[in-house]
């Protein structure tokens, strides 16, 4: 009832809401708190995402707050699981907006989860900031509320398809992918990539979110015999295909998106996931000689004793590290605006082994990719 409601409202135009919400600029800011919101998926086959980036940020607000804050403010992060399922990613935010009225929302992972929230966050102006997604329809045309981290899956199928072609010598591309608006982004990335070359793809199967129902994809991809399958799905179903297509014989190299989730894919996909290479948009999260990555080590040592720095919970904690640093840019006097002005004034910001660099025009702070590829049971950088 409370989304039906919303988008009714929504699509006869009325204004209310988001007067109100531009009236309380400063909801969820008190002399002692900043509070936040965190949407994402804590259960289902994606939970490990929603986890690790849960885990990254909390390690950086808590040391942030063990520091006596921002101003004097510490910051208060509410978390609600949407399941990776964009119907509750709905539910969940309007109730962080309408009921704990946060000051600003982090953290979303997910292309269709996202999307799902736009027209909450155009129509109520509260930031959404560090979203585990690089879908393009969150980046162009540039959402004045939404700031974007890492690099897009545009940035990320370029990546991929570079590599391939320059390393195996890959003429023929094929691609499975979740059914809906994540695979759909990275397909667009991929097929950019390509048609940048003069070539096209010669297969593609599909699966449904949330499942592990990877046959059919595999049947539809087969008979094209490709060179290369570049994957689209969390950890879980992209697993069951590397192991099902590795099973059935398919000899073709393998690559996939950051997305995947790399710690649990790992874990999950076994001795069949040797060779497969995964774009990542964080640096390598074992090499301490980057600075960023040394203290994140040291804040999840702290923080989160018993638990290992992997991709994700990298990108949660650069994520974090961000929005803080624009929460101190904008002062005192913490309002929406200042926060969003204060991204968008980082100029070549060195954030420890990462530059940043945004824009009005350009709410992505990142585009720099990284390779890595299992190989001798492990995930190695490539150089």
């Not at 490990?48 to 980036?53: A, E, V």
């Not at 904690?317 to 200042?338: P, T």
């Amino acid at each position: 009832m409370r989304r039906g409601v919303y988008f009714i409202a929504l699509c006869i135009g009325m204004t209310l809401l988001g007067s109100i919400a531009r009236a309380n600029n400063t909801d969820g800011v008190t002399d002692t708190e900043i509070k936040l919101g965190m949407v994402n998926a804590q259960s289902g086959p994606a939970a490990g995402l929603g986890k690790g980036m849960r885990l990254g940020a909390e390690a950086v607000f808590k040391e942030v707050n063990a520091k006596g804050g921002i101003n004097g403010r510490k910051i208060s992060l509410v978390v609600a699981d949407d399941g990776y399922e964009p119907d509750k990613a709905v539910d969940e935010t309007l109730k962080m907006i309408e009921e704990q009225k946060v000051f600003g929302l982090f953290g979303y992972v997910g292309t269709p989860t996202s999307n799902a929230v736009l027209p909450i966050i155009k129509d109520t102006h509260v930031p959404l900031v560090g979203l585990f997604t690089g879908s393009m329809a969150l980046r162009q045309p540039v959402n004045p509320d939404i700031i974007n981290i890492r690099a897009s899956y545009d940035d990320e199928a370029e990546a991929l398809v570079a590599y391939f072609i320059k390393t195996k010598n890959a003429k023929k591309f094929a691609i499975f992918y979740q059914e809906d608006g994540f695979g759909q982004a990275v397909l667009s990335g991929t097929e950019k990539a390509l048609k940048k070359r003069s070539m096209a793809l010669v297969g593609k199967g599909t699966f449904q979110r949330n499942t592990l129902a990877v046959k059919a994809g595999i049947a539809a991809i087969a008979p094209t015999a490709p060179d290369v399958v570049i994957m689209v799905g969390p950890y879980a179903p992209l697993a069951a295909f590397v192991k099902e297509a590795r099973a059935n014989g398919l000899k073709s190299d393998l690559g996939t998106v950051s997305f995947v989730g790399t710690d649990d894919f790992f874990n999950t996909v076994g001795a069949a996931g040797e060779g497969v290479v995964i774009s990542q948009v964080v640096p390598f999260p074992g090499d301490p000689s980057v600075p960023i990555v040394k203290e994140c080590q040291e804040l999840l040592a702290k923080y989160a004793p018993g638990e290992k720095l992997g991709f994700v919970s990298l990108e949660g904690a650069i994520s974090a590290k961000a929005l803080v640093k624009a929460l101190e840019l904008a002062g005192h006097d913490l309002s929406r605006e200042a926060v969003i002005h204060a991204f968008e004034s980082m100029s070549n910001l060195d954030m420890g082994g990462m530059v940043f660099q945004m824009s009005k025009d350009d709410h992505q702070a990142s585009n720099t990719v990284f390779l890595t590829q299992i190989q001798g049971g492990k995930v190695t950088p490539i150089k």
